[in-house]
């Protein structure tokens, strides 16, 4: 019976740690220029825990079956080095390993979120409701107009809520259902929500961050290949959740110039 | 009204270490293998220890509302309101409550180690901190008239919402301790009554005292 | 002088006669005990059920299911699920499982009946709080249940019901109305009942222990029982003023959690100025201790039928102890590390990071301890251990993902997607659902003075085991894929090919379902005709296996309280008994070495 479950242990260990080496269902490829860290720590993380499930399994696995049906008689034995040998252990092995991870993910992490765009950045607005993103230009003249709640309306598609008739900014602004950028060009996002929570998050962009009512947060990112990608919304937000997503066009800079007309013609 | 007590209350020695251990609440006494480096031999009532526990959680729960007033203080659409002024004499009125709480519970505390036979009148303070609590609430109802006559209501501003809020939970809080006052009342009456519970009961009080003074400055303070 | 009143202290009510204080309002902890054990029992029913729901669904999407229309109006029309349905269900199956299980069943059920037993008193030392209790948590369970007769059903917010989704009303989705309210009421009223319970536990561990059980004298159960009501003590109370809060937004249009401007469905709802925030702030000081109120009792339950079954005790004591201690006091740094994509300012988000890194070195510390204590052991194999020993591996594959989940970075990859929800399950859920097992399979015959059956024991292992790893480890791949978690279905393109995995969790969740019936008839079976049981079956040494009978009498140890001579786990010595001494057994022995 122990020996069996002592295998077993082993035999669930090597099954789960299979589709992670072999990458079986993995990470999307990553089209971002700040992504390289994170993929980086993900990996590192990785083989750290991976390391520290299999080792520990197979401890407890080889323990179990060495040490159950003692022969009678047997007397019991203590662990060399005793308990100080373990605080130790796990000071030192856990502690370097979370300071590297610690320090390298930090590293990774202010990378995306302590530098400042650049004043070069192409703005992009985004705002989320139920359930859908909805994103704005600020066309020619870059300005993008005041939103007025009140005026938001689903049923004359005036999503982001602008005063065509009388606020000349709003007239060419560009709002559209579906996300284009420019390949290899720096995108300011700026985000709010129109109701509650919901969360922007592209795979291969290696980006997530919600939507905060009342807050108005901002990311910035660069996409290095062209494609069609999707938003998806992470934040749980009513029944629409799992259908609360958007594609994003990278395009090449002659495209997306061409993508920008069509819109605006359509407006 | 009785004005001496007759019978002496059940004593209960509490930390009096003359007491024998042994009675299923006491600790170690010798160690087995004389390892342990020093024991205690009785722990004190268990009402004295869990009134901390009370107390700690219900300061807990008014730091999470602390943390709430703080957060929201911080938003746009905060309007200080003037507190309505009969708080100030709410508040002399909930101090004077526990002052004769703390007379009540001195007197019947010598009376319980012996050092006097006879006590006068403990059961009148008590009942006078029973009143000025009672007296208490009562003003807080009339603080929440007084702004509604100003048409500050509970979802007026965020300032009245907290205001209500506190005030409510307080005096539902303080409702509690007149519930434990009349229980010690009671109690000694019927000449059962513990120190410990007299001693809990009177630390709750005081710590509502406290916790009074804690908003009233909490509601005052612009930010 | 020794007076009668000091024993007074002690809750001294004599054994009850008529049915309803026997057997419902009573005030005896044990009786208490198994209460909570009974709504933990009916709870876990209905969220493994939800489970399966949801399951299916998951798996095949358009799946008939007979029947679901029964348990909602608009939710399941010819019985295939709604999303809202799903959401509602999923919420459910949350909340019961994290309050109504995790919570009363280690922690409340198995603490009432032993906490007190353990430290050697007759009772918890106020009773009348003990009933209340039980009776409030469990009218929060009615009315938590009851959402589903209410007006649109349940809320379909999740457990953690963020605002301003949970604080706006009816119009953000069905149940986010009355099933919001009910919900936060029922939380509320859980909060209330369980600090009443933690005062009880606190106290008792405190002031009620017998003659010679001094703090280190405790077994590892109860310290594991005292150090959760400390954290049960400071979470819980900061989650009910939340409630009201949230209450109060609904029913007395306050804006605490509801911002201005929010725009639905073309309207402009009528608050200003509420912080989303400052909700998830409020929660998760409460959510995260919560998740460690919900396993720490579970290590504590393992490592004291582990010492048991290894006829040695623990390489230390006092380290595991002071390790549950850490967890429990960075419990409450850590929190932060559920917001780090929620718009909190970043530099917050790396200040959550590194305390959740270090949580992980008392974690360590206990896992390598029990390996260590493992060594040279004279192992017994039966159902307590086994599920003993699947929750410390369990509790290794659940621990190591979340190194993941503890950096801002990895975790802008993996927030809110599968690879959470396997995280939680298998440090939290299911790891927990061991400690709960191994303590029934060990504690039921004192409990009803029957053996339960050892071979459906160990079925019920096998299944357990490997089934829990069959669910749960596949998780972490749809959340390394990007399958994101609260989806009812998987509509972006790229979820699409996950489909399978899907549907093969989904077998394997119904089949490890089913072999949780095998534990439920084990249970009911053995409650009346297992063996009968001696005082100690197990051989072991803490004092609820010295009651002078089985199941305990009324006030635990009869005339005499017992008194305490030893260290809690004296095995592996020469006694009159054999390889091991009990706690309150006078003889002396030869103790083995453990550090001072
Ligand atoms: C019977 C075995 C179980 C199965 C098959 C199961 C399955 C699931 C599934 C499919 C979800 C929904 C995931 C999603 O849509 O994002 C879920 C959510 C959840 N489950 Fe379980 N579960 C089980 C047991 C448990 C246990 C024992 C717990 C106790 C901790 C638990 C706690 C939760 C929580 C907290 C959520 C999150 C819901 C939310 O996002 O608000 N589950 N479970
Ligand atoms: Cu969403
Ligand atoms: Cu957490």
């Known amino acids: 019976m122990a020996k069996f479950f002592a295998i077993t242990i082993l035999v669930i260990a090597i099954l789960s740690a299979i589709p992670i080496l072999r990458h079986t269902w993995w990470m999307a490829e990553d089209i971002s220029t700040h992504g390289a860290p994170i993929d980086e720590q993900m990996s590192e993380t990785m083989a750290e825990a991976g390391i520290s499930f299999l080792a520990s399994q197979f401890i407890l696995a080889f323990f179990i079956w060495k040490f159950s049906n003692p022969r009678p008689g047997e007397k019991i034995k203590n662990f060399p080095g005793g308990a100080k040998a373990m605080v130790w252990a796990a000071v030192l092995l856990v502690g370097t390993e979370v300071l590297a991870l610690g320090v390298f993910g930090a590293k990774a992490w202010a990378n995306v979120y302590f530098t400042p765009p650049s004043s070069s950045a192409m703005p992009v607005q985004v705002q989320s409701g139920q359930f859908a993103f909805y994103f704005r230009y600020p066309g020619p003249d870059g300005k993008f107009a005041p939103i007025h709640p009140e005026l938001i309306s689903e049923s004359t598609q005036n999503f982001y809520g602008l005063d065509t008739n009388n606020d000349p900014d709003a007239k060419d602004d560009i709002v559209t259902a579906e996300m284009a950028i420019p390949v290899n060009r720096e995108i300011h996002l700026l985000m709010h929500s129109k109701d509650v929570g919901h969360s922007f998050f592209v795979p291969e962009l290696r980006v997530q961050q919600d939507f905060v009512p009342g807050l108005d947060l901002s990311l910035h990112f660069t996409a290095t290949k062209v494609g069609r990608y999707e938003i998806v919304c992470t934040q749980l937000c009513g029944l629409g959740h799992y259908n609360m997503k958007a594609y994003l066009s990278v395009l090449s800079q002659q495209d997306f110039d061409d993508w920008m007309k069509k819109e605006a013609a359509m407006q | ?223 | 002088m020794h007076d009668a009143s000091a024993h007074n202290q002690v809750a001294h009510h004599a054994p009850p006669t008529s049915f309803i204080r026997k057997h419902v309002f009573s005030l005896d902890h044990k009786v208490i005990g198994k209460q909570y054990y009974g709504l933990a029992l009916v709870a876990v029913l209905v969220g493994m059920a939800l489970s399966w729901l949801m399951r299916i669904h998951l798996g095949w999407t358009n799946f008939a299911i007979p029947g679901l229309h029964l348990l909602s109006k608009n939710g399941a029309p010819g019985n295939v699920m709604t999303p809202e349905f799903y959401l509602q269900l999923m919420t459910m199956h949350a909340t019961i499982m994290v309050f109504f299980v995790l919570t009363t069943a280690p922690f409340a059920a198995f603490g009432n009946y032993f906490l007190p037993i353990q430290v050697g008193a007759e009772d918890m030392p106020f009773p009348h709080f003990n009933m209340m209790s039980f009776w409030v948590t469990f009218v929060a369970f009615l009315v938590l249940v009851s959402s589903f007769f209410v007006g649109q059903g349940p809320t379909l917010g999740g457990w953690t019901q963020y605002a301003p989704l949970s604080a706006l009303g009816e119009v953000t989705g069905p149940g986010q109305g009355s099933g919001v309210v009910l919900w936060a009421i029922s939380i509320a009223m859980f909060c209330v009942g369980q600090l009443l319970g933690s005062l009880n536990f606190i106290t008792t561990t405190l002031d009620m222990r017998t003659r010679g059980m001094s703090l280190w004298r405790l077994p590892l159960s109860s310290w594991s029982w005292f150090i959760t009501s400390c954290m049960g003590l400071t979470a819980f109370a900061v989650l009910m003023p939340a409630c009201i809060l949230l209450i109060l937004d609904h029913v007395a249009g306050t804006s605490f959690f509801a911002p201005g401007g929010s725009v639905i469905n073309d309207q402009v709802q009528p608050h200003s100025g509420g912080s989303t925030l400052l909700w998830q702030h409020l929660f998760w000081f409460f959510g995260h201790p919560e998740v460690y109120i919900a396993i720490v009792p579970g290590m504590g339950i393992v490592s004291h039928v582990l010492v048991t079954n290894m006829r040695k005790p623990m390489l230390s004591h006092r380290v595991l102890v002071y390790s549950f201690g850490a967890l429990a006091v960075l419990s409450y740094m850590v929190y932060g590390h559920h917001m780090f994509v929620s718009g909190m300012n970043p530099v917050s988000s790396l200040a959550f990071s590194f305390p959740t890194l270090i949580i992980t070195i008392p974690s360590t510390v206990i896992v390598l301890i029990w390996l260590g204590s493992l060594y040279g052991a004279k192992l017994r194999i039966n159902a307590a251990s086994l599920f003993s020993l699947g929750f410390i591996s369990m509790f290794i594959a659940g621990g190591v993902s979340g190194f993941f989940l503890a950096q801002p970075s990895t975790d802008i990859m993996l927030h809110a997607t599968y690879f959470v929800v396997g995280h939680f399950h298998m440090v939290m859920g299911v790891a927990a659902m061991f400690g709960i097992f191994a303590g029934t399979y060990f504690w039921f015959p004192k409990m009803f003075g029957r053996m339960m059956n050892e071979t459906l024991g160990r079925i019920h292992f096998w299944f357990s085991f490997v089934g829990a790893y069959a669910i749960f480890m596949p998780f972490h791949y749809l959340g390394m894929a990007g399958n994101v978690r609260r989806y009812q279905a998987f509509t972006p393109d790229y979820m699409q090919p996950l489909v399978p995995l899907h549907q093969f969790i989904t077998i394997a969740a119904l089949v490890t379902g089913v072999a949780q019936l095998v534990f439920l008839y084990n249970l009911f079976h053995s409650r009346f005709w297992g063996k009968p049981a001696s005082d100690n079956p197990w051989q072991a040494t803490s004092l609820e296996w010295s009651t002078p009978t089985t199941p305990p009498p009324h006030n635990n140890f009869g005339d005499k309280l017992p008194e305490v001579y030893h260290d809690p786990y004296q095995y592996g010595v020469e006694s009159s008994l054999g390889d091991y001494v009990m706690q309150a057994s006078p003889e002396q022995v030869k103790t083995v070495h453990d550090e001072a």
């Open chain 2, 1 to 223: 009204m009785a004005t001496t007590v007759h019978e002496p209350p059940k004593i209960d020695a509490g930390r009096d270490s003359t007491r024998l251990p042994g009675n299923g609440n006491s600790r170690n006494l010798v160690p087995a293998d004389g390892k342990l480096p020093a024991v205690r031999d009785y722990s004190p009532p268990p009402a004295s220890t869990g009134i901390w526990v009370v107390l700690a959680s219900i300061g807990m729960s008014f730091l999470a509302f602390t943390s709430a007033l703080v957060v929201r203080k911080a938003a746009l659409d905060w309007q200080h309101l003037t507190l309505p002024p009969i708080l100030y004499l709410n508040t002399l009125v909930l101090i004077a409550s526990s002052f004769a709480l703390e007379v009540a519970r001195r007197r019947i505390g010598a009376f319980m180690r012996r050092r006097e036979s006879q006590v006068a009148s403990p059961t009148r303070w008590l009942y006078m901190a029973l009143f000025l609590g009672l007296l208490f609430v009562a003003g807080q109802y009339g603080a929440w008239l007084q702004l509604r006559s100003q048409g500050l209501y509970l979802s007026t501003n965020p300032n009245s919402s907290f205001f209500y809020v506190l005030t409510a939970i307080h005096a539902l809080h303080v409702l509690g301790g007149l519930t434990g006052l009349a229980r010690v009342v009671y109690r000694l009456n019927k000449s059962i009554l513990r120190k410990s519970t007299l001693d809990a009961t009177a630390y709750y009080w005081h710590f509502m005292d406290g916790l009074w003074l804690y908003l009233l400055v909490l509601l005052w303070m612009k930010l």
